[in-house]
């Protein structure tokens, strides 16, 4: 190769070189552009993630509430009482801000034919069955009501407290009704709002909870039982007869005479039989049972007041004014009783069927359960008070301006058991 022709090669190898230097700067440049994109997308992606993360994070939903259950009896016989129960409670799964609940307030709607039979306020009428985690329950006094007693107007149930109330009845299904029979009933509570972060809690606010239930209706069908009467058999008295002996004469005769000897003749002795003598088995007479029908009951009957020709059929109006029945004038004493007892819709004017429907405990409930014994007495039912006793009683509660005892007597009388519809036929 000539000295030309080698400067020749080395010019083209020199331009090569600078075009594959170019090439390689080329491709790094792009190479960079590409990572540069790939930081860019995970960095999206990251900020992403990072939001999502923060949404699911995000502070719990806080709720307000009282559990409210009931169960009744089944199944349940027509004409007799439609018994159920009640539970309330106060868990952090229905109030999450922790919350002590109280409750003024339970009523109870039987869904009857033709007409629904709604008790108003029951809570001061309905027993007490158990007190858990800490609840409490007091009268209308602010005294404390134990388990097993009623009279209750106001319950307070912390976090964590269940109280129940044993089996309750202001009905006795008929015939009429459907079957099965449904009721509702309606808690009346309030939120003190003295948990956690409780600024959507509506403090002292009346709020209602309701619950349902229902029961079967049977009818009884009555078994005839024969009664064994005893029979008198007649007894055979044996008689004794007397039997005859021979008396021995002696005869004088000279000559050697054979004497006479006399036979002994044997006695038959009669033989004593026993004498089977009935014995008589005492009858047992059943005692009527003492029988009364609840304020709920005359509330929803004023269809049958007055009206002859029925099983039951008070002789009052629903009009008839309350202090009128009982007999006890609307005076100073009667105005500061009512007062002391904070008993608002107790007027002088107060009818009957008013006072049927009075709420809460104290005078208001011995009145509610005054103006039914009243009902009861006058019905021909075989009630446990006459109207004097009722009359005597409801002024010995005004006299002392305590409720308590008149209010549980006539209570539990009137709780006795209502064999009558709401139309005043006998079931």
Not at 8 to 18: D, R
Not at 68 to 93: D, I, M, Q, W
Not at 266 to 272: D, E, F, G, V
Not at 332 to 348: D, E, L, M, R
Request: aromatic residues 6%; charged residues 15%; glycine residues 10%.
């Amino acid at each position: 190769m000539t000295a030309a022709q080698v400067k020749v090669s080395s010019a083209i190898e020199g331009i090569q070189m600078t075009e594959k230097v170019r090439d390689s700067s080329r491709r790094l440049g792009e190479f960079g552009k590409t990572r540069l994109g790939a930081l860019a997308i995970f960095g999206a992606l990251a900020l992403g993630l990072a939001a999502v993360f923060s949404v699911q994070a995000a502070e719990p939903q806080q709720f307000h509430g009282i559990g409210f259950s009931k169960g009744c009896e089944t199944p349940t016989l027509v004409g007799a009482p439609y018994l159920c129960h009640f539970r309330v409670t106060n868990s952090v799964f229905t109030d999450t801000h922790g919350d002590t609940l109280t409750f003024t307030g339970i009523s109870d709607t039987v869904l009857a034919e033709p007409d629904d039979v709604v008790s108003g306020n029951i809570l001061d009428e309905l027993t007490i069955a158990s007190l858990s985690g800490g609840s409490t329950c007091v009268n209308a006094a602010n005294a404390n009501v134990p388990v097993g007693g009623t009279g209750a107007t106001l319950c307070t149930v912390p976090v964590g407290g269940i109280i129940d109330f044993a089996d309750f009845s202001h009905y006795s299904p008929d015939a009429d009704d459907p079957n099965p029979l449904n009721d509702i009933a309606t808690l009346t509570w309030q939120d003190l709002c003295d948990g956690d972060d409780s600024a959507d809690c509506q403090e002292g606010q009346d709020l209602s909870q309701q619950a349902g239930a229902l029961s079967p209706l049977v009818t009884n069908t009555p078994t005839n039982t024969p009664t064994n009467t005893p029979t008198n058999t007649p007894t055979n008295t044996p008689t004794n007869t007397p039997t005859n002996t021979p008396t021995n004469t002696p005869t004088n005769t000279p000559t050697n005479t054979p004497t006479n000897t006399p036979t002994n003749t044997p006695t038959n002795t009669p033989t004593n039989t026993p004498t089977n003598t009935p014995t008589n088995t005492p009858t047992n007479t059943p005692v009527p049972a003492v029988e009364g029908c609840t304020p709920g009951f005359w509330k929803n009957s004023t269809d049958i007041w007055g009206l002859p020709g029925l099983d039951i059929s008070p002789s009052f109006e629903p009009t008839t004014n309350f202090w009128t029945a009982i007999q006890e004038p609307w005076t100073a004493a009667i105005q500061a009783a009512t007062v002391q007892g904070k008993t608002p819709g107790v007027t002088a004017t107060l009818t009957m069927e008013q006072a049927l429907g009075l709420n809460g405990g104290g005078f208001n409930a011995l009145i509610r359960h005054a103006a039914a014994a009243l009902l009861n007495a006058d019905s021909g039912l075989d009630y446990e008070f006459t109207l004097t006793q009722i009359r005597d009683k409801f002024g010995a509660a005004v006299l002392s301006g305590d409720p308590t005892t008149a209010h549980n007597d006539l209570a539990d009388a009137n709780e006795a058991g209502c064999g009558w519809n709401a139309h005043g036929i006998r079931q």
